[in-house]
């Protein structure tokens, strides 16, 4: 959460239109997806204001942690490759961060 504190105390204006949404995992430490920047300037396209967008980022988020506690939960496979697939994971997580993110304090793209 300190990369999402970090963004909300960035910006004095953060505390009058920063809706955001961060899914993590049971304990926390793993972001699952976010909704991405909920600046008002954008909320023609931000996920935070539209019910099917919303909607779909949850289910995707909870599709990875269902992932996530598979492979946690998973004893067969080796070390490596649980750690291979877990880095994956958080790759393609970083990467719905990074696309959800794009948006400006201004709405400028």
Same mark, same amino acid.
């Given at each position: 959460?300190?990369?999402?504190?970090?963004?909300?105390? $960035?910006?004095?204006?953060?505390?009058?239109?920063?809706?955001?949404?961060?899914?993590? %995992?049971?304990?926390?430490? @793993?972001?699952?997806?976010?909704? /991405?920047?909920?600046?008002?300037? %954008?909320? @023609?396209?931000?996920?935070?204001?539209?019910? %099917?967008?919303?909607f779909a980022f949850?289910?995707? $988020?909870?599709?990875?942690?269902?992932?996530?506690?598979a492979l946690q939960? @998973?004893?067969?496979? $080796?070390?490596? @490759?649980?750690?291979?697939?877990?880095?994956?994971?958080?790759?393609?997580?970083?990467?719905?961060?990074?696309?959800?993110?794009? /948006?400006?304090?201004?709405?400028?793209?």
């Amino acid at each position: 959460m300190a990369n999402w504190k970090r963004a909300f105390e $960035s910006n004095t204006r953060h505390k009058f239109g920063f809706a955001t949404a961060v899914v993590l %995992d049971p304990k926390g430490l @793993e972001p699952l997806g976010t909704s /991405g920047s909920g600046y008002l300037a %954008d909320w @023609e396209i931000a996920t935070n204001y539209h019910a %099917d967008k919303f909607f779909a980022f949850l289910n995707a $988020s909870f599709a990875r942690a269902c992932r996530l506690a598979a492979l946690q939960a @998973e004893t067969e496979m $080796s070390t490596l @490759e649980r750690n291979l697939k877990l880095a994956a994971l958080r790759n393609e997580v970083l990467l719905q961060i990074r696309a959800v993110n794009v /948006g400006s304090p201004n709405g400028s793209r």
